[in-house]
């Protein structure tokens, strides 16, 4: 992960993982619920915030 600066780093800031997740948002379409702007990145740091934030970004719609 890369900080404000766009250096890599191990440490990143709450607030900066919360910003990378500004970008995501909920949609329906032909009524199924899908997530936009969903990037590897924004997997990585899902998968690493464990079971209950994965199962609410990829909850069926």
């Known amino acids: 992960m890369r900080n404000q600066r766009k250096q890599p780093t191990a440490k990143p800031t709450f607030?900066?993982?919360?910003?990378?997740?500004?970008?995501?948002?909920w949609v329906k379409l032909e009524?199924?619920?899908?997530?936009s702007n969903l990037n590897d990145e924004r997997r990585l740091i899902i998968h690493?915030?464990?079971p209950p934030v994965e199962r609410?970004?990829?909850?069926?719609?």
């Open 15 to 25: 607030r900066w993982i919360m910003q990378k997740f500004q970008g995501i948002h």
């Open 31 to 35: 009524g199924q619920r899908q997530i």
């Open 48 to 50: 690493l915030l464990g």
């Open 56 to 61: 609410y970004y990829y909850a069926p719609g």
